[in-house]
């Protein structure tokens, strides 16, 4: 029989909503509930495409016994951290605190006022590593809750309070100068791996963040050493298993140190940071590595995370069926040789094993190899690996055959924002109109879908119908910055007004006035035991940093002042924290690199938006590498952009102006200049 998480739209509370379990969503009523029984409260937290999560419900959460038992001494919550990141947010860290390390499935015990008071992460169905069984774990929660009830109490109030009383320092509210950028610089320099790209060992994140804070300080600065290791970690990773070497895309991270062997997810906002990374590289070296692993990366969140309605998935998982039935980590992905020889035949599966790396004992599990190009001094032929019939045409057709892994479809805001930007600015570069069109159906999603009559944003959506938690600060940043990409692109005023619209709500119930600190829920949202605050980068931009970009962003386009006050105080977090832990803060750095370069406003006027000499300068004005500059294109007479006002053609001629801090450039007519005056 189904339980309270039948109605829910997340799919990972509707996996888990046949568990015998009496699962409650996270709600007043489950609180009201434990207060009644007088019992705690089990907060278990995770996600769809979470291998371990997937593995303790199959464990612990499917077995009738240890069901029985929570349900006879506790009320259990389930909570989709996707959903509801504040709530993640919150007992993350208490979890981090209490143990020293996180992670998901989060496992939480909490009193009926809901003060976390023990705490883990996944628990076995056996004593195993030192670790007790979840079964263990609940008798001895249980058994305190029941003996020592002032002592449990003790300690919950004693989290609590340390909790509510930790503060961030802001620094002093001013922008990081040029000695904080070239420290954070220096910080990144000492953790650098030179031999295999990346920081710091194992596992090994993509680091889209720190890559764009880099290629903007090599853009403004021409430090050579920013671009080396923004090129190097760009290549190593395209050349690993980390990324889809035929269906395009990246993994989550890398479980080794030489970005081999993948945690097999794949992320909407892994994929679409890296895809704009990766077009921005290519903008700066010409790369064509960079441009094909752009490319290859806009289709693959155009094909697989796709929704009809025109947004896109948050994720497909790491298991699925191997053929015989067992879900298993990688199973869709990795290749032995006898299966190469079984789609290609015996000389072009000898071909592609050398190619992509595949050797009798493998690199993965079960002598499997994760397909890769490894560094070699043969010559391939281009067409027998990659034409129209080639190896990895025919081994991407194989693979769709395969049972594929899970999707969760539910459309998250900010995370489609992200994705906004990488498509809008894909497709220009590349001239490849589908993918600007594909950005243009996921914002009109968002603003149809998503947003309320008072511009508010709501978290998620699925099928079209919109979820019940409201936005916090990374989706009214991350949306406002796909919109403000996709305005620059399309010449379309409308996405400018709609980023305005969301960051008058940041201004308004997200940031602190007597500081200018940013907080990661609406002053109106609901109240729990903390108020989420963390300027921090984790998988994507901190909320906070992600909207001192897109206020900085905005001021350009606008000139507006609070809007440019209000990024500038917010970006004195970074210059305490970039110095300190830059890998940590990389996309503040990179909105710090655009306010130390203006950031330069670029208005092209045209007799109209498709003549080719309008769209020959528009598209130079995009393709100029000045950190964080701002395009409006429109004819003269036009009132979509207000950089367009008073801006005439010269000589009848398409006209390009470029302004920073209050001056501007003589106007041109000529793209080589717009170039040259954009660092392009």
């Not at 064509?288 to 969140?301: H, N």
């Not at 690996?385 to 190896?391: D, F, H, R």
């Not at 370069?597 to 208005?603: F, I, M, T, Y």
């Amino acid at each position: 029989m189904a339980n309270r998480l039948a109605h829910e739209t997340s799919p990972y509370l509707l996996q888990h909503a046949e568990n015998p379990v009496d699962w409650w969503p996270w709600s007043d009523e489950a609180f009201a509930r434990a207060r009644e029984r007088n019992v705690p409260v089990l907060l278990s937290v995770g996600y769809a495409s979470c291998h371990w999560c997937h593995v303790m419900a199959h464990e612990s959460f499917e077995d009738r016994a240890t069901a029985d038992y929570l349900n006879e001494h506790f009320v259990s919550v389930k909570v989709d951290r996707e959903e509801r990141p504040d709530v993640d947010a919150v007992y993350m860290e208490a979890v981090q605190a209490a143990t020293g390390q996180g992670g998901w499935p989060m496992t939480v015990f909490l009193t009926p006022d809901a003060e976390p008071f023990y705490f883990g992460t996944y628990f076995p169905p056996e004593p195993r590593h030192g670790m007790p069984s979840f079964r263990q774990l609940l008798q001895g929660v249980h058994q305190a809750w029941d003996e020592r009830r002032d002592e449990v109490a003790e300690v919950a109030g004693k989290i609590a309070r340390d909790l509510a009383g930790r503060e961030i320092s802001y620094g002093d509210a001013q922008l990081p100068g040029e000695e904080q950028q070239a420290q954070a610089l220096l910080g990144l320099t000492r953790e650098y791996d030179a031999q295999r790209g990346g920081f710091g060992g194992a596992p090994k994140f993509p680091p889209s963040m720190v890559l764009e804070f880099l290629l903007r300080h090599h853009a403004r600065t021409g430090s050579e050493g920013a671009l080396q290791m923004a090129r190097d970690t760009a290549e190593r990773m395209a050349r690993g298993g980390i990324y889809d070497q035929i269906g395009g895309g990246f993994a989550r991270y890398s479980v080794d140190r030489d970005w081999v062997v993948p945690h097999f997810e794949k992320m909407l906002y892994d994929n679409a940071l890296l895809c704009r990374v990766y077009a921005h590289l290519w903008r700066s070296t010409g790369s064509e590595l960079a441009r094909r692993v752009a490319l290859e990366t806009a289709d693959f969140m155009v094909r697989e995370l796709g929704t009809s309605e025109g947004g896109f998935a948050s994720a497909l998982d790491a298991d699925s069926d191997d053929g015989s039935g067992r879900h298993v980590e990688g199973a869709y992905y990795v290749w032995t040789p006898a299966q190469l020889r079984e789609v290609l035949g015996e000389q072009d599966a000898e071909l592609a094993a050398r190619y992509f790396g595949v050797t009798e004992e493998g690199t993965f599990e079960e002598g499997a190899s994760v397909l890769r190009l490894p560094q070699q001094d043969e010559v391939f032929d281009a067409d027998r690996i990659g034409g129209a019939g080639g190896i990895r045409e025919r081994l991407l057709a194989a693979r769709e055959a395969r049972p594929a892994p899970g999707r969760d479809d539910k459309v998250v805001a900010a995370w489609n924002g992200l994705a906004i930007a990488a498509l809008a600015e894909t497709g220009a570069y590349f001239d490849r109109p589908d993918l600007t069109e594909a950005a243009v159906a996921a914002a009109d999603l968002l603003v149809r879908v998503h947003l309320d009559d008072h511009a508010r944003i709501a978290r998620t959506s699925r099928d079209g119908r919109v979820g019940a938690n409201a936005g916090v600060l990374e989706d009214y940043a991350d949306v406002a910055e796909g919109f403000l990409a996709l305005a620059s692109v399309t010449g379309e005023g409308v996405w400018l007004e709609f980023a305005g619209l969301l960051l008058d709500h940041v201004l308004a119930r997200f940031t602190d006035p007597e500081t200018g600190a940013l907080y990661d829920t609406a002053s109106d949202a609901e109240r729990l035991i903390r108020r989420p605050q963390d300027p921090t980068d984790n998988a994507v931009p901190s909320g906070w940093t992600a909207a001192a970009g897109a206020l900085l962003g905005y001021a350009a386009q606008t000139g507006s002042a609070p809007h440019r006050t209000a990024a500038e105080r917010a970006l004195g977090v970074v210059k305490a924290l970039g110095p300190r832990v830059p890998r940590f803060v990389g996309w503040g750095l990179a909105v710090a690199e655009a306010a130390l370069d203006g950031p330069r406003e670029v208005a092209v006027v045209g007799p109209a938006l498709d003549d080719p000499a309008t769209t020959t300068l528009h598209r130079r004005a995009l393709l100029g590498v000045a950190p964080g500059a701002v395009v409006a294109v429109g004819t003269p007479e036009s009132d979509e952009f207000p950089l367009l006002a008073d801006r005439p053609l010269v000589g009848s001629a398409p006209t390009a102006y470029v302004c920073r801090n209050f001056t501007c450039d003589a106007p041109t007519t000529d793209p080589d200049r717009l170039s040259t005056a954009l660092g392009g």
